[in-house]
């Protein structure tokens, strides 16, 4: 999981001749250390859960690096040395293959405002209706938990556009994307205790938001979350 830089340490010391690098001990830790990063990969596009969003980003960017040296050294040696590529030099594909598995597992769009409680049945956000002016928040806090239960657990949310206009949007049962022109959420349903998820949290990067907030239901009520 260093990509590689410890053996690079250990040649510039000179004693790098101490690791067999053809025995039992160190094809065992070379595997786990990948299957680690298949399973940290994996974790990072779709959900970890409870994560804070810094934990949930240093992931992320970790596979990033890690890919993009597994990858790229990987393909270095199938394109000059195939007759030597080995089980050793294919495993630097697995991290890679661990996002790839989780972005068609949950489904997710690299850079989109989405809010979810599964990151599984995910749609895009559609209009309920326009919130007037005057209206109070415990009623429409009462709207959208009463529409997420008749609707069998799809998830809503109230938001806030850049003309000022607040609307009701209905998502899918784990979710929801929202379209370009999305100023804030303000808040959005479960529909059961599960805290806000890693993509609850990329919402409040992606839009610049300190905080919001998640009514679940089945007991679990009104929780504020931020970064």
Known sequence: MSFGVTSYIRQGLGYDSVVDYSGGAYTVGQVDGTVNSFLLGYGAAG?????????????????????????????????????????????????????????????????????????????????????????????????????????????????????????????GEGGMTFPDGLRRVILHTHPRPTGPSPLDFQMLELTGQRSSWIYELFGGGLTKFGR
Do not use: C, K, M
């Open 47 to 171: 959900r970890v859960p409870q994560t804070r969003i810094w934990a949930y980003r240093a992931a992320q960017e970790y596979t990033v690096a890690g890919s993009v040296y597994g990858v790229g050294h990987s393909s270095y040696v199938l394109a000059t040395d195939p007759q030597n590529f080995g089980f050793g030099d294919a495993l630097g594909f697995l991290p890679l293959g661990g996002y790839v598995t989780s972005v068609a597992r949950f489904g997710r769009t690299a850079g989109r405002v989405t809010v979810g409680s599964t990151g599984e049945n995910i749609l895009p956000a559609e209009t309920v209706r326009q919130i007037g002016r005057g209206e109070r928040v415990n009623n429409l806090i009462h709207e959208v938990a009463e529409l997420t239960y008749t609707s069998g657990g799809r998830e809503h949310a109230i938001i806030s556009l850049p003309d000022g206009r607040r609307l009701i949007v209905r998502g």
